[in-house]
C-alpha cells in the first residue's frame, strides 16, 4: 500500500476550475491503478474518474464528461483531477484512491489505499 495525499479543494464559483492533486508516498504508483471518488453530506460516495496503472485508459462518470480530465505524472508519483465548469452539483469531499489492478478491476472495494480527501465548494 502506498500513502496518499490529496490537495487542491477550495471554494469556486459557478463555472470555475480547480486542479486536484494526489501525491503517492512509499512506493512508485506508475503501474497502480488510480480512482477520484467524491462524497457529498447525506449521499453515498461515488466513483468519478479513473485511470489504468499501465495504459492510458480512463473513465469518468456521465455528469462529468467533456469537463474533467483525469491524468497521472508517475515521474512527480502524482495524479491529477482537474476540473472545468465546475457546478453547484459538485461540491463533495473528493477522494483518490489506488491499487496495483487491471484497468477493469477498479471499484472502491478493489483500491486499498485512501488518501484523506480535500472539499470542494462550489457557490456563488
Known amino acids: 500500500q502506498v500513502q496518499l495525499v490529496e490537495s487542491g479543494g477550495g471554494l469556486v464559483q459557478p463555472g470555475g476550475s480547480l486542479t486536484l492533486s494526489c501525491v503517492a508516498a512509499?512506493?512508485?504508483?506508475?503501474?497502480?491503478?488510480i480512482g477520484w471518488f467524491r462524497q457529498a453530506p447525506g449521499k453515498e460516495r461515488e466513483g468519478v474518474s479513473c485511470?489504468?496503472?499501465?495504459?492510458?485508459?480512463?473513465d469518468y462518470i456521465d455528469s462529468v464528461k467533456d469537463r474533467f480530465t483525469i491524468s497521472r505524472d508517475n515521474a512527480q508519483n502524482t495524479s491529477y483531477l482537474q476540473m472545468n465548469s465546475l457546478k453547484p452539483t459538485d461540491p463533495a469531499v473528493y477522494y483518490c484512491?489506488?491499487?496495483?489492478?487491471?484497468?477493469?478491476?477498479?471499484?472502491?472495494?478493489?483500491?486499498?489505499?485512501w488518501g484523506q480527501g480535500t472539499q470542494v465548494t462550489v457557490s456563488p
Open positions: 484512491a489506488a491499487d496495483p489492478i487491471d484497468f477493469d478491476e477498479i471499484d472502491p472495494e478493489s483500491l486499498r489505499s
Open positions: 512509499g512506493n512508485a504508483v506508475n503501474h497502480y491503478a
Open positions: 485511470i489504468a496503472g499501465t495504459h492510458d485508459n480512463t
